[in-house]
């Protein structure tokens, strides 16, 4: 579900455990960071100067998703193999890119941590995606977004993988944030408590032990990318959208940035906003 956030008022060591090396760091170029500040998206205004790209592999849950698509095809650009979770397989492949370097199996996560090990496979890290179907299933929120999750986190912890990246959303502890009349959190909490079961999922990842990047992204929209990645620490956003496009950008990037490692971060994309790196920007958000 794509929704824009509305703003109501508020009422009131970094450790370097990546399960692989990150390439040379991406460089901007003075043409690149012109076009940026005349509006063009941070994905335009990182020149990839890459040297050597990394061939690890990528389990990602909620694969044929809008949003998993875009973490997919993000993860072949950068040279990684990915392992295309679906529940439906030959749908995937129909929907999915064609690509020596992508691998669809059957993964269903509300289904329990064994059969999600198998699914696993040699994946070295995993970046769950899901998002529940509209139903009649009031159930549906938090068998997917909640029981789904904490099944994920159990099969990295069987499987021996030792970093996960969850794309979640801002909001999520909206009533803590005295955001409890804002429209979005509202609406997605009475469409069956959607933002309350990703939060105990949340909750779950940090007491797990798993090396954990917890990506919140505002509004997701469709359209492709605008705007510069405005990057807080949780808890600090209750408007704005953002492009599907650059939310996979962050995800991606937080495989490869020692600086996410144990972060929750929030994002949403301005115009106004500087174009910084993403070192930068995970750097700048604390660990608690």
């Given amino acids: ?47 990839d100067k890459t040297e050597t790209k ?46 020596p370097n992508i691998e669809i ?15 696993i496979g040699d994946a070295e890290a995993v970046v769950c995606a899901t998002g529940y179907r509209r139903s009649l299933d009031l159930f549906a929120p938090w068998k997917v977004d909640n029981f789904g999750t904490v099944n994920l986190v159990d099969a990295c912890n069987k499987a021996g993988v030792n970093r996960f990246i969850l794309i979640s959303s801002i909001l999520v502890n909206g009533a803590a944030m005295g955001q409890i009349l804002n429209p979005a959190y509202v609406i997605l909490n009475v ?24 990506i919140r992204p505002g509004g997701l929209r469709d359209d492709p990318p605008s705007g510069k990645i405005v990057m807080e620490p949780e808890d600090m956003l209750y408007e704005g959208s953002i492009s599907r496009d650059q939310v996979a950008e962050v995800a991606v990037e937080a495989l490869l940035c020692p600086e996410s490692a144990y972060k929750i971060v929030e994002i949403v994309s301005r115009d106004e906003a500087p174009v910084r ?5 995970f750097g700048a958000i604390k660990q608690r």
């Fill in 1 to 47: 579900m794509s929704l824009t956030f509305f703003k109501t008022p508020p009422l009131h060591s970094l450790q370097s455990l990546l399960p692989f090396s990150a390439p040379p760091l991406t460089t901007l170029s003075s043409s690149r960071i012109a076009s940026a500040k005349n509006g063009g998206s941070q994905i335009e205004a990182m020149e």
């Fill in 191 to 214: 469409l069956g408590l959607t933002l309350i079961a990703k939060l105990q999922a949340e909750q779950y990842i940090r007491k797990s032990g798993i090396n954990y990047t917890i």
């Fill in 277 to 281: 790196s993403f070192e930068d920007l």
């Fill in 105 to 119: 199996v059957k993964a269903d996560v509300t289904e329990g941590a064994e059969k999600l090990v198998e699914a």
């Fill in 54 to 99: 990394p061939t690890k592999k990528i389990f990602v849950a909620g694969s044929t998703g809008k949003t998993g698509r875009k973490v997919v095809e993000r993860l072949l650009l950068k040279g990684f193999g990915v392992r295309a979770g679906a529940l439906d397989v030959e749908r995937a492949k129909t929907t999915l890119p064609s690509d």
